[in-house]
């Protein structure tokens, strides 16, 4: 069974740096079958995919967030990350970390969640 | 961007009931969307996978149709456990890939 975790903390203060990390049992981030992505949800904007990395270290991101995302894989601890710079209060939304099957991006499996509080 | 539709944003129903969710899309994607469901305080689950392929462990209730820009998913028998946040996601663009802003079922 694929399970996907999040953790990191709850809490970043303004202008300073949101790092996640996602780990992964039940299969592996070195497969060249998926991708790894970030997904948040805000009440204000709903579902925002925030990008993806492949077993590779090829990664795309949205544009929107682009300037500010870095996604990194670490196969050796089963694990990706996430760091989102500069953040903001509207950075605040629960962060999801998912696997996509690739060629037409679908979310098969969802980490449960972890809440990212943007406050000083 | 392309941009996802949902409507409506809020459906009531009861259970045995039969209902629609739209997901329009701002240009062709062919058949690239999926459609998950989502209830409070969980991930999003992925019920639909390009536009009416059932995920596997799936009940037959749910199905999927469309092409194009205009894409429907119905519930053919509403069962209690069906009572959640229903989304739309396309899958034709990379980057970004956008979801839908959503559609809560709730128990007439």
């Known amino acids: 069974q694929v399970q996907l975790q999040e953790s990191g903390p709850g809490l970043v203060k303004p202008s300073e740096t949101l790092s996640l990390t996602c780990t992964v049992s039940g299969d592996s981030v070195s497969s060249d079958s998926y991708y790894w992505s970030w997904i948040r949800q805000s009440p204000g904007k709903g579902l925002e995919w925030i990008g993806y990395?492949?077993?590779?270290?090829?990664?795309n991101y949205n544009p929107s967030l682009k300037s500010r995302v870095t996604i990194s894989v670490d196969t050796s601890k089963n694990q990706f990350s996430l760091k989102l710079s500069s953040v903001t209060a509207a950075d605040t939304a629960v962060y999801y970390c998912?696997?996509?099957?690739?060629?037409?991006?679908?979310?098969?499996?969802w980490g449960q969640g972890t809440l990212v509080t943007v406050s000083s | 961007d392309i941009q996802m539709t949902q409507s409506p944003s809020s459906l009531s129903a009861s259970v045995g009931a039969r209902v629609s969710i739209t997901c329009r899309a701002s240009q062709s994607i062919s058949t690239y969307l999926n459609w998950y469901q989502q209830k409070p305080g969980k991930a999003p689950k992925l019920l639909i996978y390009a536009a009416s392929s059932l995920q596997s462990g799936v009940p037959s209730r749910f199905s999927g149709s469309g092409s194009g820009t205009d894409f429907t998913l119905t519930i053919s028998s509403l069962q209690p456990e069906d009572f959640a946040t229903y989304y739309c996601q396309e899958s034709h663009s990379t980057p970004p890939i956008t979801f839908g802003h959503g559609t809560r079922l709730e128990i007439k």
């Open positions: 998912a696997r996509d099957r690739g060629a037409a991006t679908t979310f098969d499996y």
């Open positions: 990395i492949y077993y590779s270290g090829s990664t």
